[in-house]
């Protein structure tokens, strides 16, 4: 049995987007003023949150619905829900 890395892994997944996007920031304000480590740009293993200098861009399209994010953000300032279904992540095994 090969083991596959995880840049391997992650070339299997494919994602239908929805149009609305299921996370959102709460009070961009809050990472403005109260967050200098911008942690979700570093936990998100999908590379989701993009810090743009005043503003956190979600690039929601890519998510790998881990959930992380319900627990690593320390100002709990990121709303999370399931995408709507039929959408988001599929995972293929090969
Ligand atoms: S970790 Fe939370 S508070 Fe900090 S930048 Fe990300 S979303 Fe904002
Ligand atoms: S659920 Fe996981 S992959 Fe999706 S945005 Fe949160 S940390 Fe990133």
Not at 8 to 23: G, I, N, P, V, W
Not at 42 to 68: D, L, N
Request: net charge neutral; charged share 25%.
């Amino acid at each position: 049995m090969s083991t596959k890395t995880i840049e391997e892994k992650q070339y299997l997944t494919r994602f239908k987007a929805d149009t609305k996007s299921h996370l959102t920031i709460l009070d961009h304000e809050i990472c403005r003023e109260t967050c200098p480590d911008k942690i979700c740009t570093i936990f998100c293993p999908a590379e989701v949150y993009k810090w743009e200098g005043t503003r956190m861009q979600v690039g929601y399209e890519g998510c790998h619905e881990c959930g992380s994010c319900r627990i690593g953000c320390p100002q709990q300032n990121i709303q999370w829900e399931y995408p709507k279904g039929g959408h988001g992540i599929v995972f293929r095994l090969a």
